[in-house]
């Protein structure tokens, strides 16, 4: 690749962004004839045209720079119109920064008109402190599965408590069934979920009650179907487990980085995003002394902040690190929180006493207990399921910076069944493990649907047009369970319509029975959370976790107020042995019959001194101090 | 490969280090019959047995703790009896952790008795801020081209003003000739260079002359020829561009971890090494939240402080990312210092023009400038010969983190024609880059012959066995050169003994005519950087550096006194229009007669204000402030 000989002294050159395709306006707009712009990275080739397919056919030459870019303006075009770019006067594909793909990932990429009427004036984000995270996967979320069908339903999430909701990536992928992360245009938004408008309309809408709209971004790598980046440029590192890697530190790297990095800064500009899930950063290979994490952080943070606004970056790390979620400027990745996958899986062992997969190391409550007062359950120790020693104290990191759920979209979905927790264990222990992540200091993530205690399951779906690659995904996944050695191992053929359809939800059940019974439980212990002081706080040095039997009392003080819960996780009724100071108030028990319960075992009130306080199966109990006492 | 099932909440148990075959001692010691104990970690062989095989004959079995460790303790052997291990009763294999490798890499390992008559006591080891390293390579640094072969030059490496060797790798390799970054048994001395004791006998030898002994250390990669290490164990993670890259973090890497820090404590404990040289940790790819390097560096100080000595690692990175040599506590790696290669770069290139291979970043004196203020040229700008964006200011780190040097034996012995800098850019150039380098505020490093003008190249050399090898290793560095695009590509067979043979030293030549005159100049530089505190500091911030066509001017101030030094790099006079408060005094001209040089041009003493310098043509002056002026 060519780059202007500079000193290394002067400062990289700006590169111009990679725009796709962009409709400038017309006469209406004061801009004499309507016009478009192109632009594209494509270094590997020596020749790009853009090769107009639709409604008209013709080639136009495109200016370049000689470091890769190839640019064009084109008069007598309007959104819509379809193209490709001709590279080296052979291959035609489609813009890797394609802002729409009307035609699906192989198809030709559209023009679009960026223009909006916004209506969320003033919006300024969720800090946070404040987020209640509520990830959803569009397509099965709702019966029309596109953006349009979500909003409707966003008074009844912002009534429950949710502050945000992060949507499973919506850039292009292959077909219209797919988790999403097999997206191949991380420009483009996903044509069968509604394209540009359909999200742009669902943001407004959001903010308009209150919510904030996360986006789920995939950076690590491009998916297995439509990915034509290698005839650009030097996008790959290699072949992952997913599709090819990306590269972030090899020669060309750095406009790679661009291509992303702009991608994220497009969302948060011309969308109105509010901040990201980035997706497996464990993935990305780099080395470099500035990470692309880092880089990614920064530039968001920049933006959002010359905006006025919060923009929270949420890393899928898995990588136990602190490093990830400590600010940029303490030599850090500058992320503004991590998943927590230790919490669930210590609790999901705790509820299930599951031990295959991943699940080997967590044996319950011990993990659990640690990751209530250090965030990670590993902070160093052996790791059967990794076969090395794993992960790092966070020390003073703030439990505002790790996320906690009793289930995530991979939790659910990466079980041959597809089962959700109310299946895997009971309706009961659906209710602890909501009170587990609702009190503890971490900020709480629930997978859509299990506010209500959903009944379908959530499976794995695609919807690749090549007949080779969805039997591999099959067999891959197949092999998966395998390995993991899973209970319940058959599962349904991911490419299939119908397993995609089995996976929607159905919000009609939110009103009904138990279903409403467990929602308006959500709605409580989110209340509580907001309410009372001790539950609301961060500081993981005010919190105290204690395993009495299969028992866990968890002791949180903060602002001069104190509450104390215990997660029973026995089948078998409860009683621990307590020292009290002053006197305290029962404020919730799952086991309650308002909330579907056989019934409370726990007394209203509790005297200072000794007492015994005793616990119906499966439940969570919550204590705040009487006001007076001491 | 299996653990013990541990709760994560426990510590990994502590292992046995691989310890290699080690005599314990007989009847003399108090032991009653005399015995040997051996100990080797195996994880992929079911069965391990001690196969004996000089002066006598044996197979006996091994315990096993069921996680891939094997120990052994026989009665009857003596220091020097020989053994291969047996794995699965098949493969006969030397000792990953052998002590002693008496012929060769591929033949068995032999027993050691660690016992030797130390003379040190009271040693402590040579603080950072003290270190004047002096890189050599033990093959052909003298005549015999062993360690005893140092020992009586210790005295005049001392009254130069070196305060400790750097010696190349000196674990066995295959062959007799090598730089040793093809070594195979991290825990053995070359044979060929005399072993443990002649290593012990060298190192007792320099403490007493008060000088340092670091080591060459290759933790990132096992040679081609020799490694059995997969036969035993997960220790590969892939090839790399020199052998196998090490597992640092994969399955299994907790125990490759422990094999290397092991090693490296060993170095310390047992032969009193003063620090470490850590070849290409850019090579090591690990991911993990305690990345290697760290866990190593914590692990080598931590044992130097409890003996009360100071232990000095010294990375080469070549990732210009301060995290390298960021304590610890602070998020860092905690290296005491790294190689500045940038500065290297860049005086050569301001020295001789050249822009071939990586030189191709570097112009010269902007690049120089910026290296004496802020360490590293590359702080985040385009680097052409990466293809990317690189490195990272370094801000408040001291000057004392970063090793600089005028040649190191790569940048020797990686061109072609292995030609010093004597011969690249002539003598008067020599002394220009030796002040250069003693006049910085950072460690400086010489390497071997270039005090005194070494004539003889020093070449790339090996002798492997295998001659497909040895062709393909002749072919790899033709390639280098090629793509590296260097001038005089003939470069003679690595494997021929004459490359090595024309490689040596002739240390004759130190009292000889010019040669005696550049080696008094490095005395000479070497006694100015200590008695003057300006330039003694390691104080960046107190650095000024300015360009005058092309001559650099560096300022210096620290504890008071002020000095400042000017580069002439043109072939011509030079004329510097300076303003300067208070009185200056010449305290150094390279180009005197005294120095081999043509005469000086340069005034005595200026006085304050304005004033002209003269300076002769590729010369280094020093000017320190008059005492009593201001």
Not at 31 to 39: A, T, V
Not at 103 to 114: C, F, K, M, N, Q
Not at 282 to 299: C, H, N, Y
Not at 473 to 501: H, I, L, Y
Request: hydrophobic residues 40%; contains cysteine; glycine residues 10%.
């Amino acid at each position: 690749m060519k780059r202007a000989p500079a000193s290394c002294l002067k400062p990289a050159q700006p590169r111009p962004a990679a725009l796709g395709g962009r409709w400038l306006g017309g006469p209406d707009a004061g801009l004499g004839p309507e016009s478009c712009e192109f632009m594209v990275w494509a270094p590997s080739a020596k020749k790009v045209e853009l090769s107009l397919v639709s409604p008209k056919k013709a080639t136009v030459a495109m200016q370049t720079d000689g470091f890769g870019y190839h640019w064009a303006t084109v008069a007598g075009l309007k959104p819509g119109c379809e193209y490709f770019y001709r590279l080296d006067g052979q291959k035609e594909r489609p813009d890797p920064a394609s802002r729409f793909q009307p035609r699906g990932v192989h198809g030709p990429s559209a023009v679009v008109d960026t223009a909006f009427d916004w209506t969320d004036r003033g919006w300024k984000g969720v800090p946070l402190e404040r987020l209640v995270i509520y990830e959803l996967h569009v397509g099965t979320f709702s019966k029309a599965g596109t953006f349009d069908g979500i909003i409707p339903e966003l008074d009844s999430l912002a009534e429950l408590g949710v502050t945000a909701l992060c949507l499973m990536p919506i850039a292009q992928f292959p077909g219209s069934r797919n988790w999403g992360y097999d997206g191949v245009y991380p420009y483009a938004v996903q044509d069968s979920y509604g394209a540009v408008l359909g999200l742009k309309r669902l943001i407004d809408a959001a903010h308009k009650r209150g919510l904030a709209v996360m986006l789920d971004v995939v950076y690590n790598h491009l998916g297995p179907e439509g990915n034509y980046a290698a005839d650009f440029g030097p996008y790959s590192a290699g072949k992952t487990h997913w599709g090819e890697g990306m590269n972030m530190d090899g020669p060309g790297s750095d406009d790679v980085r661009r291509f992303f990095i702009e991608s994220a800064l497009r969302w948060v500009d011309e969308f109105h995003v509010d901040g990201f899930r980035l997706d497996a950063i464990l993935a990305i290979r780099d080395f470099s002394a500035r990470p692309f994490v880092e880089e990614l952080t920064v530039a968001v943070h920049e933006l959002a902040r010359s905006q006025g606004r919060v923009v929270n970056v949420l890393a899928e790390a898995v990588l136990n690190d602190p490093r990830v979620v400590t600010p940029s400027e303490k030599g850090g990745w500058g992320c503004d929180c991590e998943l927590n996958k230790d919490f669930h899986h210590a609790l999901h062992a705790a509820l299930t006493g599951e031990r295959a997969g991943f699940y080997i190391d967590y044996t319950g409550l011990p993990e659990l207990a640690k990751s209530y007062r250090d965030a990670y359950a590993f902070v160093g120790q052996y790791s059967q399921y990794r076969g090395r020693s794993y992960g790092r104290a966070p020390d003073a990191i703030p439990g505002s910076r790790f996320v906690v759920f009793a289930k995530d979209h991979d939790e659910v979905g990466n079980r041959p069944g597809g089962e959700r927790l109310c299946e895997v264990a009971g309706f009961e222990a659906a209710k602890l493990a909501a009170g587990a992540v609702a009190f503890s200091p971490y900020i709480p993530l629930l997978f859509m649907g299990e506010e209500y205690g959903e009944d379908a399951p959530f499976f794995f779906f695609t919807s690749h047009s090549d007949p080779g690659l969805a039997e591999a995904v099959q067999r891959g996944r197949r092999e998966m369970f395998e390995k993991w050695d899973c209970p319940n191992k058959e599962s349904p053929d991911p490419n299939a319509a119908a397993t995609f359809a089995r996976s929607k939800l159905d919000l009609r059940l939110r009103s009904k029975g138990r279903h409403a019974k467990l929602r308006d439980f959500y709605r409580r212990i989110y209340a509580l959370r907001r309410e009372q002081a001790a539950l609301a706080s961060f500081d993981r040095a005010n919190v105290d976790a204690e395993i009495h039997g299969q028992a866990l009392l968890v002791r949180r003080r903060a602002g001069g107020e104190e509450a104390f819960f215990v997660l029973n996780f026995s089948d078998k009724p409860g009683r621990l042995r307590l020292k009290l100071s002053g006197g305290w108030t029962k404020a919730l028990d799952s086991a309650e019959p308002r909330w579907g319960g056989p019934g409370s075992f726990a007394a209203d009130r509790l005297a200072g001194g000794p007492a015994e306080l005793a616990l119906a199966p499966r439940s969570v109990v919550l204590y705040a101090k009487s006001s007076g006492g001491s």
